[in-house]
Nanobody
Framework: QVQLVESGGGLVQAGGSLRLSCAAS????????MAWFRQAPGKEREFAAA????????DYADSVKGRFTISRDNAKNTVYLQMNSLRPEDTAVYYC??????????WGKGIVVTVSS
């Protein structure tokens, strides 16, 4: 069983930055594809960014491309999401996601990011 715990959320002004972290335990982190999703108030959960097990391949939603950077440290079993130039529309609950080599999917409980205008 894989556990994912997000941290680093909070309140920030528009144009500011935050770095989210997701610590994984209970599995072989270095083999997982990791991703961040987000869910804004009244909207469905949407994909934000993903990173391959090695970190060599990344993917971003168009809405965050050029502003957000996903990275990982396999030695620390942690994935990060650096968020720059934040906008009020980035306000959401951010969820960490792991997909194992057996295609099992795990989610964190989520963390709130609020961007004030």
């Amino acid at each position: 069983q894989v556990q994912l715990v997000e941290s680093g959320g909070g309140l920030v002004q528009a144009g500011g930055s935050l770095r989210l972290s997701c610590a994984a335990s209970g599995g072989t982190f270095s083999t997982y594809t990791m991703a961040w999703f987000r869910q804004a108030p009244g909207k469905e959960r949407e994909f934000a960014a993903a990173i391959s097990w090695s970190g060599r391949s990344t993917d971003y939603a168009d809405s965050v491309k050029g502003r957000f950077t996903i990275s990982r440290d396999n030695a620390k079993n942690t994935v990060y999401l650096q968020m720059n130039s934040l906008r009020p529309e980035d306000t959401a609950v951010y969820y960490c996601n792991a997909v194992t080599t057996n295609y099992e999917v795990y989610w964190g409980k989520g963390i709130v990011v609020t961007v004030s205008s």
